[in-house]
């Protein structure tokens, strides 16, 4: 298993830009799928973006596409997720998760969860 930490949320204007980053510490960091969730109030968490362990596939949620890019740096055992022209109802608790061995978008598939980091976007 991997321990996950997410940092760089934050308050953002609508328009802005962040980048979360997710960095892991444990074995084989390589062959994890790692992606980013979502939780806004009131709402079930949700898929945003995944970063396949292996041929360095990505996936995205509609919602985020265009918008929203995942990357890794398996040297630093980390992963980001650049999101640019962020909308209001993007406003939510952001997770990265960590799937073994596994090309995983669904929650249940992932093993390892971080605390999640808060990015709030204002109008």
């Known amino acids: 298993q991997v321990q996950l930490v997410e940092s760089g949320g934050g308050l953002v204007q609508a328009g802005g830009s962040l980048r979360l980053s997710c960095a892991a510490s444990?074995?084989?960091?390589?062959?994890?799928?790692i992606s980013w969730f979502r939780q806004a109030p009131g709402k079930e968490r949700e898929f945003v973006a995944a970063f396949s362990w292996t041929l360095g596939r990505t996936s995205y949620a509609d919602s985020v596409k265009g918008r929203f890019t995942i990357s890794r740096d398996n040297a630093k055992n980390t992963v980001y997720l650049q999101m640019n022209s962020l909308k209001c109802e993007d406003t939510a608790v952001y997770y990265c998760?960590?799937?073994?061995?596994?090309?995983?978008?669904?929650?249940?598939?992932?093993?390892?969860w971080g605390q999640g980091t808060q990015v709030t976007v204002s109008s």
């Open positions: 998760a960590a799937a073994y061995l596994r090309v995983a978008t669904t929650e249940g598939d992932f093993g390892s």
């Open positions: 444990g074995r084989a960091f390589s062959r994890y799928t």
